[in-house]
Protein backbone atom coordinates (compact mmCIF):
# COMPACT_ATOMS: atom_id res chain seq x y z
CA UNK A 1 0.00 0.00 0.00
CA UNK A 2 1.53 3.52 -0.98
CA UNK A 3 2.08 6.27 1.29
CA UNK A 4 -0.33 8.12 -0.46
CA UNK A 5 -3.32 5.88 0.04
CA UNK A 6 -2.75 5.33 3.63
CA UNK A 7 -2.90 9.46 4.08
CA UNK A 8 -6.14 9.36 1.98
CA UNK A 9 -7.80 6.75 4.49
CA UNK A 10 -6.52 8.71 7.83
CA UNK A 11 -3.34 7.17 8.28
CA UNK A 12 -0.67 8.56 9.96
CA UNK A 13 2.74 9.79 8.14
CA UNK A 14 5.84 8.53 10.22
CA UNK A 15 8.23 10.13 7.74
CA UNK A 16 6.67 13.56 7.97
CA UNK A 17 8.20 16.00 10.86
CA UNK A 18 6.68 16.35 13.97
CA UNK A 19 4.82 19.30 14.96
CA UNK A 20 4.61 21.02 17.57
CA UNK A 21 0.78 22.41 18.71
CA UNK A 22 0.98 25.69 19.19
CA UNK A 23 0.56 27.39 22.94
CA UNK A 24 -2.82 28.02 24.12
CA UNK A 25 -3.63 31.62 23.83
CA UNK A 26 -3.97 33.45 27.30
CA UNK A 27 -7.77 34.06 27.97
CA UNK A 28 -6.85 35.97 30.70
CA UNK A 29 -5.69 39.09 29.23
CA UNK A 30 -3.20 39.92 31.79
CA UNK A 31 0.23 40.88 30.79
CA UNK A 32 2.98 39.27 31.95
CA UNK A 33 3.87 42.74 34.15
CA UNK A 34 0.58 42.55 35.62
CA UNK A 35 0.87 39.31 36.61
CA UNK A 36 3.09 39.62 39.66
CA UNK A 37 0.87 42.23 41.07
CA UNK A 38 -2.29 40.64 40.64
CA UNK A 39 -0.71 37.25 42.94
CA UNK A 40 0.37 40.22 45.46
CA UNK A 41 -2.94 42.06 45.89
CA UNK A 42 -4.60 39.45 48.61
CA UNK A 43 -1.43 39.92 50.76
CA UNK A 44 -1.84 43.42 50.45
CA UNK A 45 -5.70 43.74 51.24
CA UNK A 46 -5.22 41.90 54.37
CA UNK A 47 -2.02 44.33 55.24
CA UNK A 48 -4.46 47.20 54.54
CA UNK A 49 -7.15 45.82 56.75
CA UNK A 50 -4.74 44.56 59.72
CA UNK A 51 -2.24 47.78 59.67
CA UNK A 52 -2.98 50.52 57.15
CA UNK A 53 -6.54 51.27 58.14
CA UNK A 54 -5.82 50.89 61.98
CA UNK A 55 -2.86 53.26 61.40
CA UNK A 56 -5.62 56.00 59.47
CA UNK A 57 -7.45 55.66 62.95
CA UNK A 58 -5.11 56.28 65.11
CA UNK A 59 -3.82 59.41 62.82
CA UNK A 60 -7.24 60.51 63.12
CA UNK A 61 -7.76 60.61 66.37
CA UNK A 62 -4.32 62.21 66.85
CA UNK A 63 -6.78 65.23 65.92
CA UNK A 64 -9.58 65.16 67.67
CA UNK A 65 -10.11 64.99 71.65
CA UNK A 66 -11.46 61.12 72.38
CA UNK A 67 -12.59 60.20 76.10
CA UNK A 68 -14.81 57.15 77.60
CA UNK A 69 -18.45 59.11 75.98
CA UNK A 70 -16.93 58.66 72.16
CA UNK A 71 -15.82 55.67 72.24
CA UNK A 72 -19.02 53.89 73.78
CA UNK A 73 -20.88 51.09 71.99
CA UNK A 74 -24.17 52.58 72.22
CA UNK A 75 -24.67 56.04 71.12
CA UNK A 76 -21.26 57.24 71.32
CA UNK A 77 -20.92 61.24 71.72
CA UNK A 78 -18.88 62.83 67.96
CA UNK A 79 -15.36 63.59 69.17
CA UNK A 80 -14.57 67.28 69.21
CA UNK A 81 -11.81 67.98 66.32
CA UNK A 82 -8.56 69.82 68.21
CA UNK A 83 -6.18 70.19 64.80
CA UNK A 84 -2.79 70.16 66.22
CA UNK A 85 -3.35 70.99 69.90
CA UNK A 86 -2.62 67.22 71.32
CA UNK A 87 0.94 67.81 69.22
CA UNK A 88 1.38 71.06 71.20
CA UNK A 89 0.44 69.55 74.28
CA UNK A 90 3.51 66.91 73.43
CA UNK A 91 6.23 69.07 72.63
CA UNK A 92 5.75 71.15 75.72
CA UNK A 93 5.81 68.13 78.18
CA UNK A 94 8.95 68.32 79.87
CA UNK A 95 7.76 64.62 79.82
CA UNK A 96 7.69 64.04 76.30
CA UNK A 97 11.95 65.36 76.33
CA UNK A 98 12.28 63.11 79.34
CA UNK A 99 10.28 59.43 77.52
CA UNK A 100 12.07 60.25 74.37
CA UNK A 101 15.84 60.14 76.13
CA UNK A 102 14.99 57.10 77.48
CA UNK A 103 13.49 55.51 74.61
CA UNK A 104 16.75 56.72 72.51
CA UNK A 105 19.24 56.05 74.82
CA UNK A 106 17.77 52.23 75.49
CA UNK A 107 17.32 51.78 72.12
CA UNK A 108 21.03 52.39 71.39
CA UNK A 109 21.98 49.98 74.30
CA UNK A 110 19.91 46.92 73.78
CA UNK A 111 20.43 47.30 69.83
CA UNK A 112 24.21 47.10 70.20
CA UNK A 113 24.87 44.66 73.14
CA UNK A 114 21.96 42.23 71.25
CA UNK A 115 23.95 42.30 68.19
CA UNK A 116 27.05 41.83 69.46
CA UNK A 117 26.19 39.13 71.70
CA UNK A 118 23.84 37.53 68.69
CA UNK A 119 27.18 37.31 66.62
CA UNK A 120 29.38 35.83 68.76
CA UNK A 121 26.77 33.13 69.56
CA UNK A 122 25.92 32.83 65.76
CA UNK A 123 29.94 32.32 65.30
CA UNK A 124 30.28 29.68 67.93
CA UNK A 125 27.19 27.96 66.57
CA UNK A 126 29.09 27.60 63.38
CA UNK A 127 31.88 26.12 65.08
CA UNK A 128 29.87 23.59 66.97
CA UNK A 129 28.76 19.67 65.49
CA UNK A 130 25.88 19.36 64.34
CA UNK A 131 24.33 18.02 67.43
CA UNK A 132 25.73 20.38 69.88
CA UNK A 133 24.71 23.37 67.63
CA UNK A 134 20.91 21.77 67.62
CA UNK A 135 21.00 21.32 71.01
CA UNK A 136 22.20 25.01 71.82
CA UNK A 137 19.91 26.54 69.05
CA UNK A 138 16.66 24.72 70.95
CA UNK A 139 17.76 26.24 74.47
CA UNK A 140 18.61 29.65 72.98
CA UNK A 141 15.08 29.56 71.06
CA UNK A 142 13.35 28.64 74.01
CA UNK A 143 14.26 32.04 75.30
CA UNK A 144 13.79 34.09 72.33
CA UNK A 145 9.94 31.97 71.91
CA UNK A 146 9.20 32.83 75.90
CA UNK A 147 6.04 35.33 75.81
CA UNK A 148 7.14 39.17 76.88
CA UNK A 149 5.00 38.63 80.20
CA UNK A 150 6.60 35.44 81.14
CA UNK A 151 10.03 37.34 80.32
CA UNK A 152 9.26 40.30 82.81
CA UNK A 153 7.62 37.89 85.49
CA UNK A 154 10.92 35.95 85.72
CA UNK A 155 13.52 38.96 85.66
CA UNK A 156 11.44 40.44 88.44
CA UNK A 157 11.56 37.66 90.41
CA UNK A 158 15.28 37.63 89.79
CA UNK A 159 15.92 41.04 90.74
CA UNK A 160 13.87 41.18 93.72
CA UNK A 161 14.81 43.22 96.58
CA UNK A 162 14.07 41.06 99.62
CA UNK A 163 14.02 37.45 97.88
CA UNK A 164 15.73 38.10 94.60
CA UNK A 165 18.91 35.75 93.25
CA UNK A 166 20.69 38.78 92.46
CA UNK A 167 21.12 40.03 95.28
CA UNK A 168 21.58 36.71 97.46
CA UNK A 169 24.71 35.89 94.59
CA UNK A 170 26.03 39.56 94.90
CA UNK A 171 25.97 38.73 98.66
CA UNK A 172 27.99 35.98 98.40
CA UNK A 173 31.43 37.90 96.61
CA UNK A 174 34.04 38.83 98.83
CA UNK A 175 33.57 42.09 100.43
CA UNK A 176 36.90 44.08 99.21
CA UNK A 177 35.81 42.48 95.28
CA UNK A 178 32.35 44.08 95.79
CA UNK A 179 33.55 47.25 96.93
CA UNK A 180 35.96 47.16 94.75
CA UNK A 181 34.11 46.52 91.35
CA UNK A 182 30.48 47.83 92.62
CA UNK A 183 31.26 50.18 95.78
CA UNK A 184 28.85 48.36 98.28
CA UNK A 185 29.53 44.91 99.80
CA UNK A 186 25.98 44.80 101.10
CA UNK A 187 22.80 44.16 98.57
CA UNK A 188 20.20 42.96 101.31
CA UNK A 189 17.09 44.72 100.57
CA UNK A 190 18.44 46.37 97.40
CA UNK A 191 15.32 48.04 95.60
CA UNK A 192 16.19 47.51 91.50
CA UNK A 193 12.68 48.90 90.31
CA UNK A 194 12.46 52.11 92.27
CA UNK A 195 15.68 54.07 90.03
CA UNK A 196 15.32 54.64 86.82
CA UNK A 197 18.88 53.92 85.94
CA UNK A 198 18.77 50.33 87.55
CA UNK A 199 15.34 49.60 86.40
CA UNK A 200 16.47 50.15 82.65
CA UNK A 201 19.75 47.78 83.27
CA UNK A 202 17.59 45.13 84.05
CA UNK A 203 15.37 45.85 81.38
CA UNK A 204 18.15 45.81 78.93
CA UNK A 205 19.14 42.50 80.44
CA UNK A 206 15.81 40.84 79.91
CA UNK A 207 15.41 42.21 76.37
CA UNK A 208 18.59 41.37 75.29
CA UNK A 209 18.56 37.73 76.85
CA UNK A 210 15.00 37.23 74.76
CA UNK A 211 16.24 38.98 71.52
CA UNK A 212 20.04 37.62 70.82
CA UNK A 213 18.59 34.05 69.85
CA UNK A 214 17.58 35.50 66.82
CA UNK A 215 20.26 37.34 66.09
CA UNK A 216 22.16 34.36 66.24
CA UNK A 217 20.42 31.69 64.33
CA UNK A 218 19.87 34.49 61.41
CA UNK A 219 23.72 34.74 61.68
CA UNK A 220 24.25 31.03 61.66
CA UNK A 221 21.93 30.83 58.79
CA UNK A 222 24.34 33.56 56.62
CA UNK A 223 27.83 31.64 57.37
CA UNK A 224 26.39 28.74 55.76
CA UNK A 225 25.67 30.28 53.05
CA UNK A 226 29.87 31.86 52.68
CA UNK A 227 32.12 29.41 51.10
CA UNK A 228 34.76 27.42 53.32
CA UNK A 229 37.22 27.71 50.63
CA UNK A 230 37.01 32.07 51.52
CA UNK A 231 38.05 30.61 55.11
CA UNK A 232 40.63 28.67 54.40
CA UNK A 233 42.35 30.73 52.00
CA UNK A 234 42.31 33.35 54.87
CA UNK A 235 44.30 31.05 57.51
CA UNK A 236 46.76 30.20 54.76
CA UNK A 237 47.49 33.38 54.99
CA UNK A 238 47.73 33.45 58.08
CA UNK A 239 44.64 35.84 58.89
CA UNK A 240 43.78 36.20 62.50
CA UNK A 241 39.79 35.78 63.50
CA UNK A 242 39.21 39.54 64.34
CA UNK A 243 40.95 39.88 60.81
CA UNK A 244 39.34 37.46 59.22
CA UNK A 245 35.67 38.10 59.89
CA UNK A 246 36.12 42.19 59.69
CA UNK A 247 37.45 41.29 56.20
CA UNK A 248 35.53 38.44 54.66
CA UNK A 249 32.10 37.74 57.51
CA UNK A 250 31.17 41.10 58.22
CA UNK A 251 31.23 42.28 54.40
CA UNK A 252 29.59 39.10 52.91
CA UNK A 253 26.92 39.21 56.02
CA UNK A 254 26.38 42.92 55.34
CA UNK A 255 22.88 42.37 53.63
CA UNK A 256 21.90 40.61 56.78
CA UNK A 257 23.13 42.75 59.21
CA UNK A 258 21.00 45.29 57.86
CA UNK A 259 17.97 43.87 58.35
CA UNK A 260 18.31 42.75 61.74
CA UNK A 261 19.77 46.28 62.54
CA UNK A 262 16.02 46.98 61.17
CA UNK A 263 14.53 44.96 62.87
CA UNK A 264 16.10 45.40 66.07
CA UNK A 265 15.90 48.97 66.85
CA UNK A 266 11.74 48.88 65.51
CA UNK A 267 11.59 46.07 68.35
CA UNK A 268 13.25 47.98 70.88
CA UNK A 269 11.76 51.75 70.23
CA UNK A 270 8.21 50.21 71.14
CA UNK A 271 8.97 47.73 73.81
CA UNK A 272 6.20 48.38 76.65
CA UNK A 273 5.20 44.93 78.11
CA UNK A 274 8.42 44.48 79.89
CA UNK A 275 8.59 47.69 81.05
CA UNK A 276 5.08 48.22 82.04
CA UNK A 277 5.83 44.94 84.41
CA UNK A 278 9.16 45.81 85.86
CA UNK A 279 8.13 49.28 86.50
CA UNK A 280 4.96 48.53 88.27
CA UNK A 281 2.57 50.05 86.02
CA UNK A 282 2.55 53.66 85.09
CA UNK A 283 3.13 55.24 88.54
CA UNK A 284 7.06 56.40 88.12
CA UNK A 285 6.96 58.94 85.06
CA UNK A 286 10.69 59.40 85.17
CA UNK A 287 11.03 56.27 83.96
CA UNK A 288 8.58 56.51 80.85
CA UNK A 289 9.37 55.81 77.57
CA UNK A 290 6.99 56.55 74.68
CA UNK A 291 5.15 53.55 74.57
CA UNK A 292 4.06 53.50 77.96
CA UNK A 293 3.98 57.31 78.07
CA UNK A 294 1.28 56.55 75.48
CA UNK A 295 -0.59 53.82 76.88
CA UNK A 296 -0.80 55.90 80.36
CA UNK A 297 -2.13 59.38 78.97
CA UNK A 298 -4.64 56.86 76.93
CA UNK A 299 -6.14 54.36 79.52
CA UNK A 300 -5.14 56.68 82.77
CA UNK A 301 -8.39 58.27 84.61
CA UNK A 302 -9.75 60.50 82.95
CA UNK A 303 -8.81 58.61 79.74
CA UNK A 304 -6.80 60.68 77.05
CA UNK A 305 -6.89 58.55 73.81
CA UNK A 306 -6.61 61.37 71.62
CA UNK A 307 -3.14 62.65 73.18
CA UNK A 308 -2.43 58.94 73.65
CA UNK A 309 -2.74 58.55 69.65
CA UNK A 310 -0.78 61.98 69.19
CA UNK A 311 1.94 60.39 71.32
CA UNK A 312 1.91 56.99 69.26
CA UNK A 313 2.16 58.90 66.07
CA UNK A 314 5.27 60.70 66.91
CA UNK A 315 6.83 57.17 67.86
CA UNK A 316 5.73 55.96 64.56
CA UNK A 317 7.25 59.12 62.95
CA UNK A 318 10.82 58.72 64.67
CA UNK A 319 10.82 55.14 63.36
CA UNK A 320 9.98 55.35 60.03
CA UNK A 321 12.94 58.63 59.93
CA UNK A 322 15.25 56.29 61.45
CA UNK A 323 14.21 53.42 59.19
CA UNK A 324 14.41 55.63 56.38
CA UNK A 325 17.92 57.19 56.78
CA UNK A 326 19.63 53.69 57.68
CA UNK A 327 18.09 51.99 54.38
CA UNK A 328 19.23 55.02 52.68
CA UNK A 329 22.37 55.25 53.39
CA UNK A 330 22.96 51.64 52.88
CA UNK A 331 21.68 51.84 49.70
CA UNK A 332 24.41 54.45 48.84
CA UNK A 333 27.04 52.36 50.37
CA UNK A 334 25.54 49.74 47.68
CA UNK A 335 25.44 52.19 44.81
CA UNK A 336 28.97 53.42 45.47
CA UNK A 337 30.75 49.92 45.31
Known amino acids: MTQTS ?3 RGGADNSAPSRRTPPRARRSGLSDKAVPYVLLLPGLLVIAALLLYPLYQ ?11 RQIKVTNPAPAEFVGTDNYQQILSSDLFWSSLRNTVV ?24 RKMSTFVI ?25 SG ?8 LPDWLSSLVFGRSDWSGQPWFNDTSTLYFVLIVAVVWASFPFIAVSVLAGLKSISAELYEAARMDGSGAFTTFRKITFPLLKPVF ?12 KVFTQLYLLAGGT ?9 LWSYAEAFSSPPKMGLGAAIAVVLTGILLVITFVYVR ?9
Do not use: C, Y
Open 6 to 8: LVA
Open 58 to 68: MVDMSFHKVGL
Open 106 to 129: FAVLAVAFTLILGTLVGLLLNRLG
Open 138 to 162: IGIMSAWATPPTAQAIVWKWLFDSD
Open 165 to 172: VVNWTLNL
Open 258 to 269: AVLVVLSIIWDF
Open 283 to 291: VNRDAFNLS
Open 329 to 337: QIVKTEDVR
